[in-house]
């Protein structure tokens, strides 16, 4: 399964962005999906997840506190695709920005190795 992320871009602080991943098949519908970033010098974190569509067509989703209020997850199963609306940006959040899907589950998990498959990052920087 390839996941192809993109949207990245140089922003200023307070500026927006979205990503988005296209998750080919039945990842874009079914899987556990989620944003992760990683900081030059740090590790990769979890930073948005999104669970598969229920029988009424509802999604749950859960954002790491830093981000709470500013970022937004979404999917669009019908085209098999994942984003992230970034607002309010800061420069913290600048970050290599990835992409991942879980084969197995209904929510999203916060480690990198419940993941089986990754998009190849798409990099964020937001200037001061």
């Known amino acids: 399964v390839q996941l192809q992320a993109s949207g990245g871009g140089l922003v200023q602080t307070g500026g927006s962005l979205r990503l988005s991943c296209a998750a080919p098949?039945?990842?874009?519908?079914?899987?556990?999906m989620a944003w992760f970033r990683q900081a030059p010098g740090k590790e990769r974190e979890f930073v948005a997840g999104?669970?598969?569509?229920?029988?009424?067509?509802?999604?749950?989703?859960d954002y790491t506190d830093s981000v709470k209020g500013r970022f937004s997850i979404s999917r669009d199963s019908a085209k098999a695709t994942v984003y992230l609306e970034m607002n309010s940006l800061q420069p913290e959040d600048t970050a290599v920005y990835y992409c991942?899907?879980?084969?197995?589950?209904?929510?999203?998990?916060?480690?990198?190795?419940?993941?089986?498959?990754w998009g190849q990052g798409t990099l964020v920087t937001v200037s001061s």
């Open positions: 991942a899907a879980a084969r197995y589950g209904s929510r999203w998990y916060y480690r990198v190795n419940d993941y089986d498959y």
């Open positions: 999104i669970s598969w569509r229920n029988r009424m067509g509802s999604t749950m989703a």
């Open positions: 098949g039945r990842t874009g519908s079914s899987y556990v």
